[in-house]
Each structure stands twice: as C-alpha cells, then as structure tokens.
C-alpha cells in the first residue's frame, strides 16, 4: 500500500524515516495519513519506546482530536514499553544468573559473599524481583573477584605431596 501522504511547509518527507519527522509531520500522519502510514509510526515506536516519535504521539494524545488512530498509536507506545521492559527485566536476571555460574559457588555462598540472602538472590534469577542498581554492580564485581581468585587458586601449582613445606 503506497501512502498519499503529503507534509505542507515542512523540511520533510513523508518518505524520510519517521524518527526524522518534526511533530507537525507527525501530526499530520496521524491525522491524515493511512495504514502504511500508521504502521510505519508503530515501527519508529517499538525502535525507540520512550524516544522521539513515542512522546510526540503522548503529546499529541493530550490536546489533539480523540480519534481512533491517536488512541491506537498511544497503546502501540504502551505495548512498546511493556516489551522493552520485559526485555530489560529478562536481560538483568540473565547477567545475575551469569554472574553466580561465574563465580564457581553454590547460589547460597554466593548470595552470603554479596550480602543477600539465598532465597532473594533466587528471585533476581528468575526476574520475580529486579536487584537495585548498586546490587548488581556488587553481584557482577563480586562475581568477577571470585573467579579471577578460583583461578589464581588453580593456576598454583598444588604443593601438597610434593615433600614441599
């Protein structure tokens, strides 16, 4: 589906990609624009959840008509959102889960060695709880620190047996 889309007094192209659009072009999409239009707008906004084109579609929700196609893009920033957010909770319990492995202890030392207990270091593993920032720093250094130690420990040669001292 080709768009009839037309920009007026604008350094624009309906053409150009959409996060170059200034607001009026957006608007104009919007209110003027068809389904290829629209798509190509959804499009920008799961690129870029909270950037650019997603708060003009908020600010344009705030004061402009309430048509169906304004309140179909605000869910698309909604969902956008939504997904991003999944996306960055199931990033952040994989690093910590990474992180334990890393670290060459059983999840209950680990969890004593960053200062938490098992169970809540547990729930930052599956993503039922988000560390705070400061926690997964620790988590990750504390991680790194025991394993470069477990290799310096096994990169010694074992002097046990040996009639060494």
């Known amino acids: 589906m080709v768009s ?11 053409t150009d990609p959409v996060e170059s659009w200034p607001y009026e072009g957006l608007v104009t999409a919007i209110e003027r624009g068809s389904l290829s239009d629209w798509r190509r707008i959804a499009a920008a906004v799961r690129r870029a959840p909270w950037g650019p084109v997603a708060r003009g579609l ?6 402009g008509e309430e048509t169906g ?12 959102r939504a997904a991003a957010e999944r996306a960055d909770k199931a990033q952040v319990s994989a690093r910590v889960r990474a ?3 890393r670290s060459g202890l059983a999840a209950r030392r680990f969890a ?5 207990s098992a169970s809540r270091l547990s729930t930052y593993c599956t993503g039922a709880v988000q560390p705070s920032a400061a926690m997964l720093m620790r988590i ?9 130690d477990h ?3 096994t990169s010694r040669p074992n002097d046990r047996g040996h009639g060494h001292p």
């Open 151 to 153: 290799d310096a420990d």
């Open 58 to 63: 908020e600010e344009y929700a705030t004061y």
């Open 4 to 14: 009839e889309l037309a920009f007026r007094n604008i350094d624009a192209s309906p």
């Open 140 to 148: 990750e250094r504390e991680s790194q620190r025991l394993a470069a």
């Open 69 to 80: 196609v304004a309140e179909l893009m605000v869910e698309a920033v909604r969902r956008a």
């Open 112 to 116: 004593a060695e960053v200062g938490t």
């Open 99 to 101: 992180a334990v492995e």
